[in-house]
């Protein structure tokens, strides 16, 4: 039995975030993104949502590749040979180079809809368990460490179990040692978006003096072997992230050594099934895993909700409320967290109802196919 397809629509999204966003990359203030929403013939909807950002910053695609990569080869794919599970949909794709969070974003809404079908709440359908996830914040790069320690102060008396800040070249030390001196005891980590080569060592392992969870990607977006170099001269543990797209990727880098925990996103690993297979290979290894963020709109942040429920995502991820990003989010409930915990909802699919007028009033312009 293959999945009953009879469309697939395609929404350029822009939604204004409550305040920028800055990583050593660059700054965000609108969040621009795409949403796939595939129809089945008994009119079931099953929604997912492209990370990528507007410009190639994070990782190579953009809202215009995925776009393009969507429209004129995966789900043109799709129509060829209709999967008869969604964990069959990244081995249609496999011959396509890359791509992952293009691929991801139809694969989600793919799943959902499977699970909406099958009556079963998607982290069912993926295998979780847990009913109730651990979540941290992620804390942008600000003007000011007296306005990042505001932040960290907000996020902190409001529950969030883990505290990330964003460090770069000139915010770092001064800054980690500040909000350490400040929250001595809250469990604290720094995320570099690959803002060092290995020529910062020993910038690097100053911070071992700071007690952070983990540094996360210092290093280049592509590399696994200089941080394995890295790992060898600081004690804090490495997680990667940019450079993870795959099971084999995973593997190759844990059995280098290159970092001691993943960071796992279901868009830059290209759907469900394949972040489903790195969670299983980490924790076979007994390597901990969290869910990552993407400064999602609801739709994807529901995705990210159901992944966590699997057993070895033991580590709190970057899943914040609705409320840190958006005024209105495109979800009914929206995502709330209540000291430092989401509850999984138990509806069926994503578990939260997508709203079809708020959708339709942050769509810049949509596109529909049919087999
Ligand atoms: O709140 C979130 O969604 C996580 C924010 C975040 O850290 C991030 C946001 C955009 C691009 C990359 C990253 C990252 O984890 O590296
Ligand atoms: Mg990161």
């Known amino acids: ?38 129809k089945d013939k008994e009119g079931r909807s099953g929604w997912g949502e492209a990370v990528a950002m507007k410009e190639p910053l994070y990782n190579e695609e953009t809202v215009s590749t995925v776009w393009i990569m969507l429209k004129k080869f995966l789900i043109p794919l799709i129509w060829r040979q209709p999967p008869g599970h969604p964990r069959d949909v990244a081995g249609l794709f496999r011959h396509i180079r890359r791509n992952y969070m293009a691929k991801a974003a139809v694969e989600g809404a793919l799943w959902d809809l499977y699970a909406m079908a099958e009556n079963v709440p998607l982290y069912r359908a993926l295998g979780g368990e847990r009913t109730a996830i651990d979540v941290g914040i992620s804390l942008g790069i600000e003007s000011s460490v007296d306005r990042l320690l505001a932040n960290v102060e907000k996020y902190v008396a409001a529950g969030y179990k883990r505290i990330k800040i964003k460090i770069k070249p000139g915010w770092d030390i001064d800054v980690v040692a500040a909000v350490r001196q400040r929250f001595p005891a809250i469990q604290l980590m720094a995320d570099a978006n690959s803002a060092y080569t290995l020529a910062d060592a020993d910038r690097l392992a100053a911070l071992d003096d700071y007690d952070l969870m983990m540094i996360e990607q210092p290093l280049a977006h592509d590399d696994i072997i200089d941080h394995a170099v890295l790992q060898k001269q600081v004690k804090t543990p490495i997680c990667l992230d940019e450079s993870i797209h795959s099971v084999e990727d995973a593997r190759k880098a844990l059995e280098l050594d290159s970092g001691r925990i993943i960071n796992i996103k279901i868009g830059r690993v290209g759907g469900l099934t394949e972040a489903k297979a790195i969670h299983d290979l980490c924790l076979s290894r007994g390597i901990p895993v969290w869910c990552g963020g993407m400064l999602e709109s609801g739709i994807g942040r529901a995705h990210n909700v159901a992944i966590t429920t699997l057993a070895g995502f033991t580590l709190p991820g970057d899943t914040a409320a609705s409320s840190r990003y958006w005024e209105e989010d495109l979800i009914e409930p929206e995502v709330t967290v209540q000291d430092g915990v989401i509850h999984v909802p138990d509806r069926p699919g994503i578990g939260y109802v997508p709203r079809r007028d708020r959708i339709d009033t942050y769509t810049l312009y949509s596109e529909t196919f049919r087999p």
């Open 1 to 38: 039995m293959s999945m009953q397809l009879a469309a697939i629509t395609l929404r350029a999204m822009r939604m204004r975030m409550k305040a920028p966003f800055t990583t050593s990359f660059g700054t965000e203030w609108d969040k621009d993104f795409i949403l796939v929403e595939v």
